[in-house]
């Protein structure tokens, strides 16, 4: 519960910084150039807009450590990392855990029946998504990886296994989103 409520000031704080100074404003979100998890401060690598078909759904900040370029590289550092994405747009939670499932199979090879698992508990905490909703995913070492959706803590899920996948389905070889969303999380226009 401790990480939850850290996880919701994180984002709170994320929130009110983005609206005090601005570091990137996509499809009218601002984000700011860092956010606090913990001891750490997390520099926004990169922002991207997930569209579908003629619809902007979300806007999607990555946080890091360290700015990266390199995919295999954050995902091979074992640091404190949040992926923050606020809906300009209304998203069904079947859908979104349609989106999480293809992109687990697309981008992790084996995907373990431990992994597989985890997946599903993170199914079960999806909500559909109205415009304005924020979902994110901070992953720190010693926790896991702590969600919140619709603003709402949902609780962490344990491993790097899971940080590292989730974090796939956006930045792997094959995102589901497409390469470029996944070059602008990188650092890309």
């Known amino acids: 519960m401790r990480h939850a409520k850290l996880l919701v000031l994180t984002l709170f704080a994320a929130l009110c910084l983005a609206q ?5 404003q996509k499809a009218g979100v601002n984000l700011p150039d860092t956010v606090e998890v913990g001891d750490a401060t997390l520099r926004l690598n990169g922002v991207a807009l997930r569209e579908k078909f003629v619809f902007d759904v979300y806007v999607a900040g990555l946080y890091l450590t360290e700015t990266s370029h390199d995919p295999k590289a954050i995902l091979a550092k074992d640091a404190p990392r949040m992926m923050l994405m606020h809906f300009v747009h209304n998203a069904d939670a079947g859908a979104i855990n349609k989106a999480w499932v293809e992109g687990l199979e697309a981008n992790v090879i084996p995907v373990t029946p431990e992994l ?39 609780g962490g899920i344990p491993g790097k296994d899971f940080a590292d ?3 796939s389905t956006w930045i792997g070889p094959r995102p589901g989103p497409g390469e470029k969303f996944k070059a602008a999380l990188l650092g890309g226009k």
Do not use: C, H, S, W
């Not at 997946?119 to 924020?134: A, C, I, P, S, W």
């Open 165 to 167: 996948a989730i974090l």
């Open 116 to 154: 597989r698992a985890k997946f599903v508990q993170l199914e079960e905490m999806m909500r559909n998504m109205k415009e304005g909703d924020e979902m994110g995913f901070t992953y720190t070492p010693a926790t896991g990886t702590d969600v919140v959706v619709a603003g709402k803590p949902m």
């Open 20 to 24: 005090a100074a601005p570091a990137v």
